[in-house]
């Protein structure tokens, strides 16, 4: 006869067992791109994050460092080194999130076309490598230019006939990041109290932040909005002047990738009502692929939610950023083509 023990123990294991719904499971997270600026960070407070249990590390150079430091953080999750092109497949089999901040960085002067040249080959081989090994993993892109790398992204995926646009995101979180910031400065309140949407794109115009939807209220004149607009906007160039040639925005963004994948995390756990702003394929707009509010779930979005309100002004901006967003994606489109 069974033990008591030994049958709770059955029990709990059994796949057929209500106590096993109870248990967590297994959550991968690939980070691609993990010895650059953004990915140690992010790789860092990857590892503090209680819902991840195996943290894969992955870069072009080494990455045994990161992960021996890294891996002896008292935290539950273990965490394995990859790098090379041989070791991608191997880095990304059996993940759950893949989010990949690998590519050049922007620099000061340099046009997006220049970083596209520079980043456009890294996208396709990390999408090429996800349809092989992880092809229902959630696909987060943090690399720049996001507003033509994600529709890449979507192309190679298409190619390989892996491509699911419920699992595909751009991560425009640092946009919603800096505006809850410079709103919480600007009335004087804790930022994580402020909410906004910010839509559209992840670069210059194409990032609209809304704040005739802010919480709390902004009572500003026309200008004053103006000014606050055009800061959330060109806060990505106001770090890279800054940094003078080292770089772009490294730890802020880190901070924005690992909110955004605790909230894909939350999903993948069956969190329910978790939305998050992103850059993913859309309807909403004449742009195919656009930010706005999206319900996650355990597969991705479930849900594009409507766009939210806007006053005139941001009508206006909405409808001169459409544009240059098109052309953005057609760019990539067109890239993967040739
Ligand atoms: C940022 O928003 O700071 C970055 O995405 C900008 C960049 O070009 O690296």
């Known amino acids: 006869m069974l033990s008591l023990k030994l049958m709770k123990y059955v ?9 096993k719904w109870n248990l967590r499971r297994g959550i991968k997270v690939a980070v691609v791109g993990a010895a650059g600026g953004i990915g140690q960070p992010l790789s860092l407070m990857l590892k503090l994050n209680p819902l991840v249990t195996e ?23 273990t965490v394995r080194s990859y790098f090379g092109k041989k070791e991608l497949i191997d880095a990304l089999e059996c993940a759950s999130i893949v989010v990949v901040a690998a ?32 092809p229902s993993a959630l696909l ?6 996001v507003n033509t790398i994600v529709p890449i992204v979507a192309e190679v995926l298409k190619q390989e006939d892996a491509y ?44 609209l932040p809304l704040l005739s939807q802010c919480d709390p209220k902004l009572e500003l004149d026309s200008e004053e909005k103006a000014q606050l607009v055009s800061r959330i906007q060109d806060a990505g160039t106001e770090v890279v002047r800054a940094k003078a040639g ?18 894909l995390l939350r999903a ?9 702003c992103a850059y993913v ?17 355990p597969k991705g979005i479930e849900k594009n939610l409507d766009l939210p309100e806007m006053d005139d002004e941001e009508e206006k901006r909405f409808g001169d950023m459409i544009a240059q967003l098109n052309k953005e994606i057609e760019d990539g489109v067109k890239l993967v083509a040739c």
């Open 11 to 19: 029990s709990a294991v059994s796949p057929f067992s209500p106590l």
């Open 103 to 134: 590519g050049l960085p922007s620099k000061p002067g340099m046009d997006r076309s220049e970083l596209l040249d520079a980043n456009a080959s890294v996208a396709s081989i990390v999408a090429k490598a996800v349809s092989n090994a992880c």
């Open 55 to 77: 943290l894969s590390l992955y870069d072009k150079v080494d990455t045994k460092g990161i992960a021996a430091d890294l891996s002896h953080i008292c935290t539950s999750s």
């Open 246 to 263: 080292k770089g772009s925005a490294t730890l802020s963004m880190a901070y924005a990738a690992a909110h955004f994948v605790n909230s």
């Open 281 to 297: 394929q859309s309807d909403l707009s004449e742009a195919e692929f656009f930010a706005s509010p999206v319900l996650l779930g």
């Open 268 to 276: 993948v756990n069956h969190e329910e009502n978790i939305i998050e």
């Open 164 to 207: 699911d646009p419920k699992r595909l995101f751009g991560v425009t979180t640092l946009d919603v990041v800096r505006a809850k910031t410079f709103i919480g400065e600007l009335l004087d309140i804790d930022p994580h109290t402020v909410s906004i949407p910010v839509i559209g794109g992840h670069a210059g115009k194409t990032i």
């Open 140 to 145: 987060a892109f943090i690399t720049n230019p």
